[in-house]
């Protein structure tokens, strides 16, 4: 191929390859490493980045997944080295791993960009991991490929099959509302998280994993592999084949994060009915690749494209089914017609090629296109006086009678508020109320806790209700589900409308008229708004400073304001 390069058009090469002192004394530091010229000189460098961790479950097996990795690029004529970069684990991290999402990408971003890298393969998958590996990826546009973590095994407990963060949401209603005891939450404890990988369930990890291979940034097949499969370990090292093939031809990382992979990106969420955090990583991911997606585009989108996969916690099934089923090849074949097929990738194919021959084995998992679990996509964008710059709700996981209702706001400060008072019987509330949670987006959480699937009060659980229209600028599990309006921008922290609402206030949401409405004459929201008293900043230094001074609001993405900004970095080499 023309485009071709030579050991001496590496970056690397400006470390290693040249005259001067300093590329003796990386050499010299390369023989301390143990490593015999031949071994790594004119070679591409690969950058494995691992965010593996003891207290990460969803990625405790990629310190076996990096060494598989290792093996490819070796075999194909590399260089590989293996860096440790932050764990986001979405179980254990405080208030949130979003908290922490963009440190992950400057991580990222900095580390590929200070050493001598030519190529660079990501590992993660739970939650942020994905977006945020890609995010940094993309601002310094080498070539990169993504291993994605791989589900976990179904979980199960007696005859059943568990969803992890499901069912955990179903069974500990089901435990208030006195309908189990502490025998079968012990069983369901060893039960519902039986083997290391993210969750299995199409929730925030398996959205962004499928996100990331519709865009072609892993090998074809990759994301629905389950995480203890022979199989992982065979992707991981046909990845590390894979990019130092992609370092030789140049493919760099903005050559597959086009508009068109992102416009396929949203399509392939809106169709697996994926995680509503997906709106968000995917408005920052594109941000970084210089690529405008807004809030419009999946309300455009999902207007387009059925929800044909049937996997909790829309549907029934859980990953290890779709993998089998034909896994994202085999989905994607079913959506060809609104999907733009002569898009490069990294296994050198076009997305066309890729799949050709595809094929879905279990139409009850991945569904006919005639056959749909609903008519359009699984998330809507609202807008109103209550959410002028938008707000997502995923319709497909609510109860139908409840897309279009007007009911009395009860009003939550804040979610430690919520948690003291929500089983307060003096709050009467009714299964009409909508519970509104204020101060707990980007800035107020902070970090967009995933407060968003508002608990119902335990006296409505026993009378049987499940659902109820609930909103905040919160976010919510993608493993959640009910009418749960999110994302609200801008948000009450900063004097959204969100902050002016009072307990008693008529709030109008209906789906189908993508409208979110504070039933409030304007001038009593002047009034309001007039008396509106902004909060303290939260944090005097460190990190959090950092945030709360440069965190952008959900329709933007929350990316860093320093961070999105189009504009070029020095090369290292060049000062
Ligand atoms: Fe890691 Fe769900 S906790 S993906
Ligand atoms: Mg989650």
Same mark, same amino acid.
């Given at each position: 191929?023309?485009?071709?390069?030579?050991?001496?058009?590496?970056?690397?090469?400006?470390?290693?390859?040249?005259?001067?002192?300093?590329?003796?004394?990386?050499?010299?530091?390369?023989?301390?490493?143990?490593?015999?010229?031949?071994?790594?000189?004119?070679?591409?460098?690969?950058?494995?980045?691992?965010?593996?961790?003891?207290?990460?479950?969803?990625?405790?097996?990629?310190?076996?997944?990096?060494?598989?990795?290792?093996?490819?690029?070796?075999?194909?004529?590399?260089?590989?080295?293996?860096?440790?970069?932050?764990?986001?684990?979405?179980?254990?991290?405080?208030?949130?791993?979003?908290?922490?999402?963009?440190?992950?990408?400057?991580?990222?971003?900095?580390?590929?960009?200070?050493?001598?890298?030519?190529?660079?393969?990501?590992?993660?998958?739970?939650?942020?991991?994905?977006?945020?590996?890609?995010?940094?990826?993309?601002?310094?546009?080498?070539?990169?490929?993504?291993?994605?973590?791989?589900?976990?095994?179904?979980?199960?407990?007696?005859?059943?099959?568990?969803?992890?963060?499901?069912?955990?949401?179903?069974?500990?209603?089901?435990?208030?509302?006195?309908?189990?005891?502490?025998?079968?939450?012990?069983?369901?404890?060893?039960?519902?998280?039986?083997?290391?990988?993210?969750?299995?369930?199409?929730?925030?990890?398996?959205?962004?994993?499928?996100?990331?291979?519709?865009?072609?940034?892993?090998?074809?097949?990759?994301?629905?592999?389950?995480?203890? *499969?022979?199989?992982?370990?065979?992707?991981?090292?046909?990845?590390?084949?894979?990019?130092?093939?992609?370092?030789?031809?140049?493919?760099?990382?903005?050559?597959?994060?086009?508009?068109?992979?992102?416009?396929?990106?949203?399509?392939?969420?809106?169709?697996?009915?994926?995680?509503?955090?997906?709106?968000?990583?995917?408005?920052?991911?594109?941000?970084?690749?210089?690529?405008?997606?807004?809030?419009? *585009?999946?309300?455009?989108?999902?207007?387009?494209?059925?929800?044909?996969?049937?996997?909790?916690?829309?549907?029934?099934?859980?990953?290890?089914?779709?993998?089998?089923?034909?896994?994202?090849?085999?989905?994607?074949?079913?959506?060809? *017609?609104?999907?733009?097929?002569?898009?490069?990738?990294?296994?050198?194919?076009?997305?066309?090629?890729?799949?050709?021959?595809?094929?879905?084995?279990?139409?009850?998992?991945?569904?006919?296109?005639?056959? +749909?679990?609903?008519?359009?996509?699984?998330?809507?964008?609202?807008?109103?006086?209550?959410?002028?710059?938008?707000?997502?709700?995923?319709?497909?996981?609510?109860?139908?009678?409840?897309?279009?209702?007007?009911? +009395?706001?009860?009003?939550?400060?804040?979610?430690?508020?919520?948690?003291?008072?929500?089983?307060?019987?003096?709050?009467?509330?009714?299964?009409?109320?909508?519970?509104?949670?204020?101060?707990?987006?980007?800035?107020?959480?902070?970090?967009?806790?995933?407060?968003?699937?508002?608990?119902?009060?335990?006296?409505?659980?026993?009378?049987?209700?499940?659902?109820?229209?609930?909103?905040?600028?919160?976010?919510?599990?993608?493993?959640?589900?009910?009418?749960?309006?999110?994302?609200?921008?801008?948000?009450?922290?900063?004097?959204?409308?969100?902050?002016?609402?009072?307990?008693?206030?008529?709030?109008?949401?209906?789906?189908?008229?993508?409208?979110?409405?504070?039933?409030? +004459?304007?001038?009593?929201?002047?009034?309001?708004?007039?008396?509106?008293?902004? +909060?303290?900043?939260?944090?005097?230094?460190?990190?959090?400073?950092?945030?709360?001074?440069?965190?952008?609001?959900?329709?933007?993405?929350?990316?860093?304001?320093?961070?999105?900004?189009?504009?070029?970095?020095?090369?290292?080499?060049?000062?």
């Amino acid at each position: 191929m023309s485009t071709r390069r030579t050991p001496e058009e590496l970056r690397s090469h400006q470390w290693y390859g040249t005259d001067g002192l300093r590329s003796f004394s990386h050499r010299a530091r390369t023989r301390q490493l143990g490593y015999l010229p031949e071994e790594h000189l004119g070679k591409p460098v690969i950058a494995i980045l691992n965010t593996w961790s003891d207290i990460n479950p969803c990625h405790v097996h990629l310190r076996d997944r990096a060494q598989a990795v290792k093996r490819g690029v070796w075999q194909a004529g590399g260089f590989p080295l293996e860096f440790p970069v932050s764990t986001l684990s979405e179980t254990f991290q405080k208030p949130t791993p979003m908290f922490y999402r963009n440190m992950l990408a400057m991580e990222t971003e900095e580390l590929l960009r200070s050493y001598p890298v030519d190529g660079a393969v990501l590992l993660g998958g739970c939650d942020k991991s994905t977006p945020a590996l890609l995010m940094g990826a993309a601002s310094v546009d080498l070539p990169t490929v993504f291993v994605p973590a791989g589900p976990m095994l179904p979980g199960h407990w007696r005859d059943e099959i568990l969803g992890s963060g499901t069912d955990m949401w179903k069974y500990w209603d089901d435990k208030r509302a006195g309908l189990i005891g502490d025998c079968e939450m012990a069983e369901l404890e060893n039960g519902l998280a039986r083997s290391p990988g993210h969750c299995m369930t199409m929730g925030t990890a398996s959205t962004l994993t499928a996100a990331a291979e519709a865009m072609g940034v892993t090998v074809p097949g990759a994301s629905s592999i389950p995480a203890v *499969d022979s199989g992982h370990d065979r992707m991981a090292a046909q990845s590390g084949i894979r990019i130092v093939e992609l370092v030789w031809q140049q493919l760099t990382l903005s050559k597959i994060l086009t508009a068109e992979a992102y416009e396929d990106a949203v399509a392939t969420v809106l169709a697996l009915g994926g995680s509503t955090n997906a709106v968000i990583h995917l408005i920052a991911m594109a941000g970084r690749s210089g690529v405008e997606l807004s809030l419009d *585009d999946f309300d455009r989108i999902a207007r387009t494209v059925p929800v044909l996969a049937n996997l909790r916690p829309g549907g029934q099934y859980l990953m290890e089914d779709f993998h089998f089923a034909g896994g994202l090849p085999g989905f994607l074949s079913r959506l060809t *017609d609104v999907l733009h097929l002569d898009r490069p990738t990294v296994s050198h194919t076009s997305m066309r090629e890729q799949l050709d021959g595809a094929l879905v084995h279990n139409a009850e998992v991945i569904r006919e296109r005639d056959n +749909p679990l609903a008519e359009e996509g699984g998330v809507a964008v609202l807008r109103g006086n209550l959410c002028p710059d938008g707000a997502v709700i995923k319709h497909i996981a609510a109860e139908p009678h409840l897309l279009r209702h007007t009911g +009395p706001a009860v009003v939550f400060d804040d979610y430690k508020e919520m948690q003291r008072t929500i089983n307060d019987p003096a709050l009467a509330i009714t299964a009409d109320h909508v519970l509104v949670l204020r101060n707990a987006g980007p800035k107020g959480g902070p970090g967009m806790p995933e407060y968003g699937m508002l608990p119902i009060p335990d006296y409505l659980l026993k009378q049987g209700v499940r659902d109820m229209v609930r909103i905040s600028d919160a976010r919510m599990s993608g493993t959640s589900y009910g009418a749960c309006v999110l994302h609200i921008a801008p948000e009450s922290y900063v004097g959204g409308p969100l902050a002016l609402v009072r307990t008693g206030d008529a709030i109008t949401l209906d789906v189908g008229a993508r409208l979110l409405h504070l039933d409030v +004459p304007e001038e009593e929201l002047t009034h309001r708004r007039a008396e509106w008293t902004p +909060p303290p900043n939260r944090f005097g230094r460190g990190y959090g400073a950092l945030y709360q001074d440069q965190i952008t609001q959900a329709d933007t993405g929350c990316d860093f304001a320093f961070l999105s900004r189009q504009g070029d970095v020095p090369d290292p080499y060049a000062g």
